[in-house]
């Protein structure tokens, strides 16, 4: 994660959380060094936001009780995963609060320009929930391929087949699918210039590629 955008991701964290936070939970809630975290707070500040360190139990870094939050706004990535897993909630009949549920997904789509209510439909379409998998991936596997999979940019993976057999494979995701096993990637393999299925779990490393494949 870059500094500008871990800079817009702490100051949305700390408005969605006005009670203290440690300096330490924001470094590893970010992995980053307490010494950056500092750093971040101090441009946070600059920035005229209101950032205030409380002491005593519960303390920590919070935004100061009178500042005034601005009305939330979406992006198409947060809005297409809220989307996806309310109505696999209302389709799996998880809560019975189906009709609120509903209007507040219209709600969240209506927070959306027009642009990104079309990149929220096209991510939608290939975004399938089928259960919760029970075979997690690695942390930063997952970062990369949300990232590459929202930005469609090709990711360059490290792969283990069901042999063991490892090896490295460039690919752009093209649907991502989650049942109640494992979360299966369907993507072009970019050197074969074919669909394959990945296992998520099966990825060892990932990383974005930045130019267009």
Not at 98 to 115: I, N, Y
Not at 163 to 182: A, F, G
Request: hydrophobic content about 45%.
């Amino acid at each position: 994660m870059q500094r500008t955008e871990r800079l817009f991701a702490l100051a949305e964290y700390l408005r969605g959380r006005r009670t203290g936070v440690t300096a330490e939970a924001l470094a590893e809630r970010f992995e980053v060094t307490i010494r950056t975290i500092y750093r971040d707070l101090d441009a946070l500040r600059a920035a005229a936001m209101p950032v205030a360190a409380e002491r005593g139990r519960g303390g920590g870094y919070a935004l100061d009780r009178s500042y005034s939050l601005p009305p939330v706004n979406f992006t198409a990535r947060e809005a297409a995963l809220l989307v996806a897993l309310g109505r696999f909630a209302i389709d799996m009949r998880l809560m019975p609060f189906a009709e609120t549920l509903e209007s507040a997904l219209d709600k969240v789509r209506a927070a959306l320009s027009t642009s990104a209510q079309r990149d929220l439909l096209a991510r939608l379409g290939e975004l399938t929930f089928l259960g919760v998998p029970a075979l997690p991936g690695r942390k930063g596997v997952r970062a990369a391929v949300e990232r590459a999979w929202f930005e469609q940019q090709p990711l360059a993976i490290t792969y283990v087949d069901s042999n063991n057999i490892e090896s490295k494979r460039r690919i752009r995701i093209l649907t991502v699918q989650m049942d109640r096993h494992e979360t299966r990637l369907e993507a072009l393999d970019l050197d074969l210039n074919e669909k394959r299925p990945f296992r998520l779990d099966r990825i060892t490393r990932a990383e974005v590629l930045e130019q267009t494949v």
